[in-house]
Nanobody, 115 residues
Framework: QVQLVESGGGLVQPGGSLTVSCAAS????????MGWYRQAPGKQRELVAG???????NYADSVKGRFTISRDNAKNTMYLHMNSLKPEDQAVYYC?????????WGKGTLVTVSL
């Protein structure tokens, strides 16, 4: 059973920075597709950023230039570094991965952007 545990969420002021982490219970070395999603109240879950096993990344237009996704295969951990946070970035952030066609999700970590 694959488990994903997000951490690092919290309260940050607009313009601030935060890094959230996703620890996997399995080796992520050969996992091609991993990503971060977010869901704000009353909105659908949306893709924030994705990263492949060879380091290719993609980002939602709303976070390009502000967020950076990365992965540390040795630690089986994926990160999302968030800069210049805006109130509209406030959401529960989820990580996911695709392992042999099965998609797994974490339970999420809440990021609150407020004064």
């Amino acid at each position: 059973q694959v488990q994903l545990v997000e951490s690092g969420g919290g309260l940050v002021q607009p313009g601030g920075s935060l890094t959230v982490s996703c620890a996997a219970s399995v080796s992520i070395f050969s996992i091609n597709a991993m990503g971060w999603y977010r869901q704000a109240p009353g909105k659908q879950r949306e893709l924030v950023a994705g990263v492949t096993s060879d380091g290719r990344t993609n980002y939602a237009d709303s976070v390009k230039g502000r967020f950076t996704i990365s992965r540390d295969n040795a630690k089986n951990t994926m990160y999302l570094h968030m800069n210049s946070l805006k109130p509209e970035d406030q959401a529960v952030y989820y990580c996911n991965l695709d392992l042999y066609g099965m998609v797994y999700w974490g339970k999420g970590t809440l990021v609150t952007v407020s004064l």
